[in-house]
């Protein structure tokens, strides 16, 4: 691959297109463009460009393709696996201006968006609607566009699924710069091939995501969670089938140890309802009313009990039900607090094989000398674990890392598991990812890719490309 | 496109790869195999190959490849649009022998098929066990491989989804007769690009389906439906987004007429339980008790009889929940019963559109001079309408069909609807795929098809192959 190296021309061409010079960054670009949230891998653009509009999109990409210019989307930057880090340089399309809630569809309980509408505003909008958009990753200041280009999971994906099950529509500028609209305002599709559930989780390397139509729900009236403590982790995950297997679904099913609550105490100032034990399921169900939720989770209290928990600790009032996930939704940062820098795995396991990776992770942390923290989505199978530097040198952290994630990903694989369960292959991963799937498969995606984007501008080297 | 014709010694070739004259059929084929259940388009293969492993399908498939000729795959032949007609002749691969159900993982609330596995097997399979597979198609001796290659949706699609959200991992064979696993038993997935969404609803185009681990959820242990009668067709249809957006989803929300009820009577010879309006909705809703059920369908009662509705008929006994069903269940073949011979279109357009849909086939039917007959799931959009041939000849009826379908295709896209819900686009409504899709969509999936397909030995000529 060559890209044409940017030029005075160039941006004086990008001027043409938007006129507004500050959203044509040049001379002056923040530093922040260069990497993510995790910052593993940094590398500035030459241009920084902010559209408003899916014409203007496309007109840079035209140009950006007739050019031979290399074109990278990034949404808040809130990534971990270096998906929106400018590899080539070349133009960097910032899309958080397009910010434009569009419409609310009453009737088909719909809501269409601009790529760079916060997942945080999703949430008011719906909720002052009495509406309900369910997939909700811990990171609220992530961008729709961000989340659908990973198939971002989060919390509720035991009741209700992923982004990728919440998005009848998507507007996408290709490569070449042509518009096209995939799926509709429709519940059932059988029309050709996918190509809507192709763009979504593709990372930006098949085209730039200008509009969303995003199926809603009714909004349930009352949530309450069970807070479960058990003498041992295995104890806890192993109780999880079970809860999953039983009449009453929950929305979310967590698991976490004490050692990382006592860091998002910390972190927090605030004290955790309980510290009777070291390891904790949470769950939370959902409903219309209390009564309904208690004929819910009544069961399933007894059933932890007669698997061995300690207590259940119900929610009863929201400000312990703030508290509890006020503290789950700070593990990121609490961990991070905790080191001096940090780099993640985001496996995914069927659920059975929960128990199994997360034993694992203490050997590999003892047999490479890495300081390692593990939580997640125990209903879904989702681990989130976190490799820290603490006072290793850069390049013994490098090694060690490196090390400590061959390891990981290639148990995950052995479990019947894939490399991310919701963060996306990006940069960071694609060596792992290459290495534990089958090279027909990564042919066939680099067929796609070729198919979409024969240039190879957009967003190269990242996912699946060498 | 030039495919070998196909010899005996080709015939031999596939004997010895599978040494079973029943499982190889040469000289004598069925004259089924030449065509689907609807039949307006036949054609018949030189040989049917019929494999029990996937060993099997793949050393066919590789012999086909190194030899250039045509595989089409068909299961039960239960197919609407011709998907499974070998156009091309060539080898038909029959998958019904691949009928077990290889495992029931409990932990993971999986269920691993063979591809021949029927839905009614399923249905019986997952009931025994207390286990619920949610895709309904009223057709249940279709095949599991059939509704994945069709995106299947049925009647449970308002509250549960469609095939295509049941469907966990994938086996399937690539033309090269290479073997590719896409997918795990893990709920979420954010490892490279979606292949496995890209099989399904592929109509048998871009590889053979040859496992599949279905995602299962527990069972609801009562069933109530609602038969709602409304004065006008219009009122009821106007209802549903309202029962759609209350706190209380359904599982499936049909409409009926009195004319299609009739029919129905008349093919089963019994009497469905009202007869007092000429226009009904019928409300289903599940759950784990009688009075969950009450407390989510009474407001809903409430609504419909405020929004028009004459009565709001509760099927308290499973005689009535029985009666309704069957005579729901047998629409299609009483239509069928009705008439010398019919085509179908099962367009699916956004709910809110429904209205302008359905009042829009009575202008078809007498512009074109065609009788037509409809029904369908008015709580996704997606309706099924049958245009029937009565005493016309064969000629004038092809003729006014196709002017009616161009009608009906171009409304529906113009309400921002697209050409099939659930039936597919198969060999029949390819034209009007290619008449209402952007060419550019059309470019990219014939680029994915050449990415997968590259001899374009796999089921020639449909979907969106010229």
Known sequence: MSYKAFTNDDYQALLNIIDDKDRVLYDEIQEEYGHDELGSVSCPPDVVVRPKTTAEVSDVMKYAYDNNIAVTARGAGTGLVGACVPIEHGILMDVSLMNQILELDDDNLTMTVQPGVLLMEIGDFTEEHGLF????PGEKSATIGGNISTNAGGMRAVKYGVTRDFVRELEVVLPSGKVLTLGGKVVKNSSGLDLKDLIIGSEGTLGIITKAVLKLLPAPKKVISLLVPFPTLRQAIDTVPKIVASESVPIAVEFM???????????????????????????????????????EYEPIADLCLESGALDVLISDTQEREDSIWKARGAFLEAIKGSTTDMDEVDTVVPRSQVNEMVAYFPEVSKKIGLRMKCFGHAGDGNLHTYMLKDDLSSEEFQLRLGQAMTLVYHKAAELGGLVSGEHGIGYAKRAYLEETMDDVNLELMQGIKQTFDPKNILNPHKVFQS
Chains 1, 2 share one sequence.
């Open 133 to 136: 958009f369910p997939p909700d």
């Open 257 to 295: 140890e004490k050692d990382v609550i006592l860091d998002a105490e910390e972190y927090l100032g605030k004290k955790f309802p309980d510290h009777q034990s070291d390891a904790y399921l949470l769950l939370r169900y959902d409903g219309n009313s209390t009564e309904e939720i208690e004929a």
